[in-house]
């Protein structure tokens, strides 16, 4: 592991070139950031480059994959310029593939979080485990997500009741080991809304907005939200290059 | 517990810089004012607000937190010039968490708020709540709350009864008491209702949207109702800096 | 009790300002009206003044209230200068408060209206009770709402056909009495539809709808249907004073 | 009964000024026409008019209500002009009012029209009956209508293959007995589509929408079908007087 | 039967005058191709003239009605100006009136396709197949339409699989026999879809829409899609009159 | 089978004429492709050219069709003029008709791509697939997709859930395999969506739109998405004539 060093300010940079002066410095330290965006807007880019400024500073960086494998995060990183292996070799880096099959992703997800001292992590995306089912036992007093699966009521698998379960589950561990997180959604083209689950954007620090015109062949990005920033709430012309995203 | 103040013309200053002239003077004393806005909007500010103001008041001020643990919210009004920490010490404010997972949630605010003897309470926020399950029992001609597990219906989790059983048992406690209350909302983009429920705005006493504009990078606040108070209905451009948000 | 006064030509005065003109001199007797609105447009100041000058005239007055408690009723009603306690002394007006939670509130409002002998009725909202679960009996050839809790199918909760049921229970029950009423309905904002439940526009004798422009800061009243009335359809410039609703 | 009277050239006068000439002399004999229209646009008016046209013809008509009691349509007819009482008692009208409630009135409907000999029949409206439940019984090869409550299968109570069975049963009766019939529609304001169940406008030989436009304080009629008639599709004004709806 | 006539080009005449010249001599041979349209567009109208010049040209002819009675269907055809009487006696034309009620539809259009030697066919209307309800048996590595009423899996009535289900095996048994097809299907008023059930207009190898203009008064005709030929997107205007639908 | 072909840089050639040089050469080796668009605008068009570049280029090729049947896409295929017989004697590309009527189609799709060498894979489309049920095993720690009938939860038919399992096992197989794929997505008219599943787009590689303005008669493509490469993000105009889909 490496050394963890202190950001000054509180603040954590982006690592995306241009948005730190727009933050007051980067990322409030311990904030819970949303990327949203339609297909193919750049959102996984922007981990990319959140990652690679964290092992910059020698910062211990953990990045959940539930959609792409690990060997395909790897090669689609090389494409753009972003080497993670050596990374992984020094254990700076960690990269996990969840299987969302199982049952217990949560649990996964808690323990590599709580064993770990990460600085950084990246969560790309959070949609599918918002949409997994809960099992549920009713306990006295209490209605509790089950550690088995010996059960007395579920909770259907859309309903907002269960995703908001996941969702306070998943930023209470956050939270508590003060990761500075960057969490992915997707936004079906043509929905105004700021997450596939429709929760998430309440219940985070911070939200980004990546968008394209393909009519004028133009990406913009949007500062939606971020606590403890004042910031503006301008679309700013973006670009996708070797590197990744740089605002123009 | 402190001196419990008596405001003039039965009036509840809002601790808004500029929305008190808007309103006569305030909130109507024991009026319940939902808080709505997208993310982002400054609901959360308004409601430190509106405690902060309570505290220079000297009056007893209840903050229910259904989606930030304490101590972020304490962080949080921190990094915004909103120091509790005293208050809390010396007992006129009082923040409590709600753990949705429990069944008794209502049982828990409503002991709150009846032994305690609260001037102000804001509940942020009041979507969770709306959406838990109710476990009824069918007891010959009434079905109502069940206080145990026991239970033979059971209203779906996501029906507008559900909602309005829910709603009617807060405000009553809340009216009872003569608590002058915010409550906020969830509004998802691109929604124009006036709260995630689609019942609240119909049964509260006021209405406080919270909006914005990104193309124009402007922040906007609109009283859309209030009762026992004649006021204008066009939206007020607003600004959020230290100290919270300021009309214009 | 007090004396059952004639009104001229079959008509009874709205009590609004300016819109018995509009009405060839009032409601015809025995009509039925839908007060539509989305919240804050004055949907309940219109009953207080439909009751008010119900009482002027020494009419039976029925206000039967499924939100607001009677006690809250009438405190609203004093801040906007209507004084109902004399009237309920004296039994020229009767509030009921309605306990949604009762299987069997069809039956109390039935029971009311057939014992009293009332010249105005007002319902608000009408909302609720077309949202109760029905429990049906199979009777052979009839399917009938139960008078208790044994029954073999169930409506399910938001259907249609169950709407109709209410509605048409609580109509049959108002004409035969002969009632002249207002029923009030709440439209979620944004909704271009006349009623929550989308079937009592069809049903109701009359609808007055209530709206509000509020970049212009306006508000307007629109008589949308009216039977056995020749009628503008044009919508009415309005505002909201002391005494309530008046044309502008 | 009447005299049943030959009309010339197979078709049935409207009874709407004006209307006639726009359909080559009036309804094709035999068609079924759908009147639809949102709340307070005419429909029931059409109706009347319709009815008393058939009986200044000497011919046999029935009114079948789903929404107002036999009294309350005679009454509102009255208002209007039209005087149902004399053909009532000379039977040359029957109006009939249908209870909801009851399991079997579709057998109720068929039963009346077979043993009559009705030239006009209006059916005021026909929404209600295709929202009713069906109890089907599963019979080896068919899956049909139950005549008794022992049933094995139930379709679903909003599945359009539920309102498709109830539209072709009815349809098929009136075709039958060959009467040429009005079936009126609600439909739901800001809705385009032509009748409530979005099944009806395919299936009937004619389709008149009735509109009104608020803001200029106009009403439109609209011949959107009619097989066997070459017709405009322009909107017509028209206006609703004594005697019911003419066209401008 | 008729003489079978081989077509030039492998090519089949429309019978709607103007469209062949569209369509490089006439829909493909064996093409199946959905007429899409609002009510009172002209779609089985379309599909008479289709049949009458099948009719002309020696071809044996197949109409399957799934909403018009046998005799209704002669009636109209008639009134148009198309008499299909004689076709019928000498059985070059056979008309098919469905009865949904009935398990197995599916079964009597395959024997009846598989029996018959049909040059044209034409299915109106497709939307009632598509709803109908499937019986499925679980049949270790298949899961089949049932042949009786003993089932152990159901799809639900309105899954687009169970529409998929039925689709496929209609359209491969037209493919197989060779029939060059008709199909036609509602299009709700206001929706932009193609079909009823969304799915047709992606199987099909060609698809024509019906619309209107009721302000301009003009009907339209549109080639949306034809395998096998290169076609104009552009909306022809058309009229209907005796003999059909004829472009302009 | 024919010889593999090393292609430069790593890019697989299109088969469209101009689009190679929009992609930098062609399609990344081994990227999943989405071909989205409305009924009839080229998507099994583009499949047939990019096989025809494959089988010139001696690459092994493999179509997977699950709405037509071989023969049909052959003879189709023939009309724009492409010739695959000698390619399927050869053994150089092999069709595969699924019949979405099996449990176990995933299976047979996994075993071909395994057993095979396939350089270009087709799956026109893809939709069919996504919607099928999901039989699962509560396995303990694991809810898998069942290998026999035996199950004891089912996932129902549309969930998002039951489609992110599809899609991640298929795109898993082709990943592993390292075929260059397109799938093809049905999207109904007037959806701005991408796919049909509201999830493919966020999992695949690349996304290519094709889409038809019928008033101006013109035929677009975009290029929405493609990891690993530079591209804009314009509609091009194209023409599909013999030889398919060609930039204007």
Redesign the interface.
């Known amino acids: 592991m490496g050394v963890k060093l202190n950001v000054e300010k509180g603040r954590i940079s982006t690592g995306i070139n241009g948005l730190d002066e727009l933050l007051n410095g980067g990322f409030?330290k311990g904030n819970i950031t949303l990327i949203s965006g339609?297909?193919?807007t750049g959102k996984t880019i922007i981990c990319f480059q959140y990652i690679e400024e964290g092992i910059k500073n020698g910062e211990n960086c953990l990045y959940i994959s539930s959609?792409q494998?690990i060997n395909?995060l790897i090669n689609?990183a090389n494409?753009?310029g972003f080497s993670f292996k050596s990374a992984i070799d020094s254990e700076q880096l960690k990269i996990i593939f969840l299987d969302?099959?199982?049952?217990?992703i949560h649990k996964e997800i808690e323990e590599e979080i709580k064993n770990g001292t990460y600085d950084r992590v990246v969560l790309d995306?959070l949609?599918?485990l918002t949409?997994?089912?809960i099992w549920m036992v009713?306990n006295?007093?209490?209605?509790?997500p089950s550690t088995n699966?010996m059960t007395t009521t579920t909770?259907?698998?859309?309903?907002?009741?269960a995703t908001?379960?996941h969702l306070?589950h998943i930023l209470?561990i956050l939270?508590e080991e003060k990761c500075t997180t960057l969490l992915t959604t997707?936004i079906?083209?043509?929905?105004?809304?700021?997450s596939r689950d429709?929760?998430s954007?309440?219940?985070v620090d911070g939200?980004i907005i990546l968008g394209?015109?393909?009519?004028m062949?133009?990406?913009k990005l949007?500062i939606?939200?971020?606590?403890?920033t004042?910031h503006?709430?301008?679309?700013m012309d973006i670009m996708?290059?070797q590197g990744g995203i740089k605002l123009l």
């Open positions: 409030p339609t297909p193919g959609d494998l395909d689609d494409k753009l969302l099959g199982r049952q217990n995306s949609s599918p949409e997994a089912p009713n006295g007093n209490e209605v509790i699966s909770l259907p698998i859309e309903s907002i009741q908001r379960v306070r209470a939270k997707e079906p083209e043509g929905s105004r809304e700021l429709s929760v954007e309440f219940l939200i394209l015109d393909t009519t062949d133009r990406r949007t939606r939200k971020m606590r403890g004042k503006t709430l301008k679309p996708i290059t």
